[in-house]
């Protein structure tokens, strides 16, 4: 996935949510995540090691995850976080998603 096509989930995902400001994305590499955000800068990083492993739903979670955040201005998982979530995907399909998205970052880190 090229960063055009990241742009243009980011892009949807923000009118979904109503999140009007600009975030950015940065691809960096990262040891131990898939995807962070900071709240203050407004940038979504994405471990870049990572996207070739990932099929579309996954990288399309990652950023609605960090999004999520973004929106509630915070970085915890706390229960408005995932009523939040939960209103876009359910709850055994995030589930899912975490998993592959867990078991690539334990692969690219020749742990699996």
Known sequence: MNRKQLNQILKQLKNELKIQDTIRIELKPMKTKAASISLNKAI?????????????????????????????????HNGQFHKELNKKINETKAKQLERKILTALLQINHIL
């Open 44 to 76: 979504i990083r994405i471990n870049k090691n990572i996207i070739p492993n990932l099929d579309t739903e996954c990288i399309k979670y990652l950023l609605l995850h960090e999004l999520i955040h973004y929106k509630l201005k915070s970085k915890y």
